[in-house]
């Protein structure tokens, strides 16, 4: 591809004429500026696209004066006037900064910056998937703004601002970071403020530059973690399956590649600054999470998370997507809910209550069916729900309860909660476990009944499920680091209420 290299020729010219640029630049600034203005249309790290010229290599002073000119009108630009228009001088100087000290490319592909675009320049044109994505815990992945995260980071790795962290036990690069934070583990990198597609955690080019599965678990037994489990291409994978030079027209509205949609004065197709490929066969398929969603063991080899194995093991032919990914308003939902989504938690556990009369009394069978394929609770290993069984009577006054403070010691058959251990047996968190200890959770499409027998007869008798995205214990830890007091409240997720009919 030959690309126009229009600077040069602009360059001397403006040399002579306007004023020299305020101050010198921050690169890093003008890195986050570029991301977000810029590159949609000048390709990833300025590399170009089409017609639209490459800035990477650029003169700082070159480009300073060339959008001062663009801004006051002296030079005619249609595609960029409005927008230098936004910008002062002291952004020109930190783009200028940034485009300078890079190398100039050659060719787009070649550039492999993908994985530096912000999901800023993707909401341009995707405002509704940006708002859902926002919302997600994808947005939140990183111990910048996830702050239960955040608590275990700094436990096992450190400062998430700060350069050259590592792991502390294994004294590597913090794996965490893989999946917590792909775009800045493909670079090495532990600052994860310095760059909006670091921050932003698994963002959209995290997911949408995925083009395999290699599997998690590598041959000859080690493992490969997020980022590493997958294949990366430097262009965007799409679900949909478009030729990739097929051109969007108007008279192909539903079948041309949609960022390929340009054409030059010669009717001869442009290749967009972010083209795109058609990858249904891993964006359709759970193969896309599973290398961040399969399993991840501590250093001890204990497993702590493992949504792929028991998705798995449960034979089920759906995918991830068809819970996670709902289409609503004909797009496929990136909400992506969890254990932290009360509309999604609801939807877990088909809740029922049976009541049996007995010689003096009531049996009160609490039937739970787990309508997942994975576990309930799954993910974390301090995600824990409560079963609070409550009989009353006509008045709705309280006449017994399960429990009164917490189910695991008053009624440990109403805890569901996975729990590591250390060689002694004894409760131990993530990091230090040696062992699994206890295992209450509900299996993938397990029921199970827990039974009381209740020496009267109620006029009601209900049940209720609580989810709790920590242990107890962890909780005052967790709100050091937040203001969001909601979030570790228990939330009830499943309700059934039964009257006595004798
Ligand atoms: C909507 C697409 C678009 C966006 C966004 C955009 N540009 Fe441009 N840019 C162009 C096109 C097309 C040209 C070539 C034609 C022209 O000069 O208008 C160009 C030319 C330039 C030039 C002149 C290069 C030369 O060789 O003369 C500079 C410098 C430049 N852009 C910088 C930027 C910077 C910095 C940003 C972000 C703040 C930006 N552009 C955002 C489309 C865009
Ligand atoms: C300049 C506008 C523009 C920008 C910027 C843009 N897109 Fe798109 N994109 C579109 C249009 C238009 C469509 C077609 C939508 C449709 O078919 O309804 C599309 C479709 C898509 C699709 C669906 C393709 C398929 O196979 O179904 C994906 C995925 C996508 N974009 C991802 C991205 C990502 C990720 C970014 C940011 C890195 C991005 N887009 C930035 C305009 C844009
Ligand atoms: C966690 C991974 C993930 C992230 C993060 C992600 N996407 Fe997607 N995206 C997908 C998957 C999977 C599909 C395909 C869903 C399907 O068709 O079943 C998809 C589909 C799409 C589509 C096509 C929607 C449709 O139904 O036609 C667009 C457009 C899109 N993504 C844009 C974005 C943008 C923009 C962002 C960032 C704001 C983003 N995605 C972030 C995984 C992701
Ligand atoms: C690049 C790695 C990566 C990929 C790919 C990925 N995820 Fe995630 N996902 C994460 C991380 C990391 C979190 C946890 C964020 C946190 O809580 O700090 C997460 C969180 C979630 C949650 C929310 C959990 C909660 O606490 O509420 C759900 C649901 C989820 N992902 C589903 C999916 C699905 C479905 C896919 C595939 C379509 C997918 N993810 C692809 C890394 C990934
Ligand atoms: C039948 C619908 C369904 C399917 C299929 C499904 N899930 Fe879920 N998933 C849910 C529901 C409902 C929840 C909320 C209850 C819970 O947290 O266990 C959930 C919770 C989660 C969570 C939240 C864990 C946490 O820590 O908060 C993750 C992660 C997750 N699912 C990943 C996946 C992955 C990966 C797949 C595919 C391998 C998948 N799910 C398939 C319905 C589904
Ligand atoms: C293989 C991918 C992967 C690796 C490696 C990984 N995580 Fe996660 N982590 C996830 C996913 C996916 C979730 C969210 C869904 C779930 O709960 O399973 C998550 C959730 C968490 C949560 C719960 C967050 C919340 O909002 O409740 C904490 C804490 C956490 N991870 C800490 C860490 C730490 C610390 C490391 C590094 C030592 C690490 N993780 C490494 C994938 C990973």
Same mark, same amino acid.
């Given at each position: 591809?030959?690309?126009?290299?229009?600077?040069?020729?602009?360059?001397?010219?403006?040399?002579?004429?306007?004023?020299?640029?305020?101050?010198?630049?921050?690169?890093?600034?003008?890195?986050?500026?570029?991301?977000?203005?810029?590159?949609?249309?000048?390709?990833?790290?300025?590399?170009?696209?089409?017609?639209?010229?490459?800035?990477?290599?650029?003169?700082?002073?070159?480009?300073?004066?060339?959008?001062?000119?663009?801004?006051?009108? %002296?030079?005619?630009?249609?595609?960029?006037?409005?927008?230098?228009?936004?910008?002062? %001088?002291?952004?020109?100087?930190?783009?200028?900064?940034?485009?300078?000290?890079?190398?100039?490319?050659?060719?787009?592909?070649?550039?492999?910056?993908?994985?530096?675009? @912000?999901?800023?320049?993707?909401?341009?044109?995707?405002?509704?998937?940006?708002?859902?994505? @926002?919302?997600?815990?994808?947005?939140?992945?990183?111990?910048? @703004?996830?702050?239960?995260?955040?608590?275990?980071?700094?436990?096992?790795?450190?400062?998430?601002?700060?350069?050259?962290?590592?792991?502390?036990?294994?004294?590597?690069?913090?794996?965490?970071?893989?999946?917590?934070? !792909?775009?800045?583990?493909?670079?090495?990198?532990?600052?994860?403020?310095?760059?909006?597609?670091?921050?932003?955690?698994?963002?959209?080019?995290?997911?949408?530059?995925?083009?395999?599965?290699?599997?998690?678990?590598? &041959?000859?037994?080690?493992?490969?973690?997020?980022?590493?489990?997958?294949?990366?291409?430097?262009?965007?994978?799409?679900?949909?399956?478009?030729?990739?030079?097929?051109?969007?027209?108007?008279?192909?509205?539903?079948?041309?590649?949609?960022?390929?949609?340009?054409?030059?004065?010669?009717?001869?197709?442009?290749?967009?600054?972010?083209?795109?490929?058609?990858? !249904?066969?891993?964006?359709?398929?759970?193969?896309?999470?599973?290398?961040?969603?399969?399993?991840?063991?501590?250093?001890?080899?204990?497993?702590?998370?493992?949504?792929?194995? &028991?998705?798995?093991?449960?034979?089920?032919?759906?995918?991830?997507?068809?819970?996670?990914?709902?289409?609503?308003?004909?797009?496929?939902?990136?909400?992506?809910?969890?254990?932290?989504?009360?509309?999604?938690?609801?939807?877990?556990?088909?809740?029922?209550?049976?009541?049996?009369?007995?010689?003096?009394?009531?049996?009160?069978?609490?039937?739970?069916?787990?309508?997942?394929?994975?576990?309930?609770?799954?993910?974390?290993?301090?995600?824990?729900?409560?079963?609070?069984?409550?009989?009353?009577?006509?008045?709705?006054?309280?006449?017994?309860?399960?429990?009164?403070?917490?189910?695991?010691?008053?009624?440990?058959?109403?805890?569901?909660?996975?729990?590591?251990?250390?060689?002694?047996?004894?409760?131990?968190? !993530?990091?230090?476990?040696?062992?699994?200890?206890?295992?209450?959770?509900?299996?993938?499409?397990?029921?199970?009944?827990?039974?009381?027998?209740?020496?009267?007869?109620?006029?009601?008798?209900?049940?209720?499920?609580?989810?709790?995205?920590?242990? &107890?214990?962890?909780?005052?830890?967790?709100?050091?680091?937040?203001?969001?007091?909601?979030?570790?409240?228990?939330?009830?997720?499943?309700?059934?209420?039964?009257?006595?009919?004798?």
């Amino acid at each position: 591809m030959s690309r126009p290299i229009l600077w040069m020729v602009a360059a001397p010219f403006l040399y002579w004429c306007s004023a020299a640029p305020a101050g010198t630049g921050d690169a890093a600034v003008g890195e986050d500026l570029a991301n977000r203005y810029c590159i949609a249309c000048h390709g990833p790290g300025g590399s170009g696209s089409g017609p639209v010229p490459p800035l990477a290599g650029m003169p700082a002073e070159a480009l300073v004066r060339t959008m001062q000119l663009i801004r006051s009108g %002296d030079r005619e630009s249609a595609t960029m006037g409005q927008l230098s228009a936004t910008m002062t %001088d002291q952004q020109f100087v930190d783009l200028g900064a940034y485009f300078s000290n890079l190398d100039p490319v050659v060719d787009a592909l070649e550039a492999q910056r993908l994985h530096h675009v @912000s999901a800023r320049v993707c909401q341009w044109c995707h405002e509704d998937v940006y708002e859902q994505w @926002s919302g997600s815990m994808h947005a939140r992945s990183t111990a910048l @703004s996830d702050p239960i995260h955040e608590l275990m980071y700094r436990q096992e790795v450190g400062d998430p601002r700060a350069e050259n962290q590592v792991h502390q036990r294994a004294q590597t690069y913090p794996v965490c970071l893989q999946c917590h934070a !792909p775009n800045a583990a493909q670079d090495g990198v532990t600052k994860l403020d310095a760059m909006a597609a670091y921050a932003e955690g698994v963002n959209c080019v995290a997911c949408h530059r995925i083009s395999g599965y290699k599997g998690v678990r590598r &041959e000859g037994g080690g493992l490969r973690l997020g980022l590493l489990a997958y294949e990366t291409s430097s262009v965007l994978q799409g679900p949909k399956g478009y030729p990739f030079d097929q051109v969007r027209t108007p008279d192909s509205p539903h079948t041309g590649n949609p960022h390929i949609d340009k054409l030059d004065a010669f009717g001869q197709r442009v290749s967009a600054s972010l083209p795109l490929e058609a990858s !249904p066969r891993i964006l359709r398929t759970s193969e896309l999470c599973l290398g961040c969603h399969h399993l991840r063991p501590n250093p001890q080899g204990v497993p702590l998370c493992a949504t792929g194995d &028991e998705f798995e093991a449960s034979g089920a032919q759906v995918t991830c997507q068809s819970c996670h990914m709902p289409v609503v308003n004909g797009i496929a939902h990136h909400g992506m809910g969890g254990g932290h989504d009360n509309a999604m938690l609801a939807r877990a556990v088909l809740l029922t209550v049976d009541l049996e009369p007995t010689l003096d009394g009531v049996r009160a069978h609490v039937v739970l069916q787990n309508k997942l394929p994975h576990k309930m609770p799954t993910g974390a290993p301090f995600r824990n729900v409560q079963i609070q069984v409550t009989a009353l009577d006509d008045k709705g006054r309280i006449l017994w309860q399960n429990y009164q403070q917490h189910a695991q010691k008053e009624a440990p058959e109403a805890y569901l909660f996975y729990q590591l251990a250390d060689d002694q047996g004894q409760p131990a968190m !993530p990091p230090e476990a040696t062992q699994v200890g206890i295992d209450t959770r509900l299996d993938p499409h397990e029921r199970r009944t827990i039974s009381y027998d209740l020496p009267f007869r109620p006029a009601f008798v209900r049940a209720e499920m609580f989810y709790n995205l920590v242990f &107890e214990g962890m909780k005052p830890r967790v709100l050091e680091l937040t203001d969001d007091e909601e979030l570790l409240q228990p939330r009830r997720m499943a309700f059934y209420e039964t009257r006595y009919r004798p």
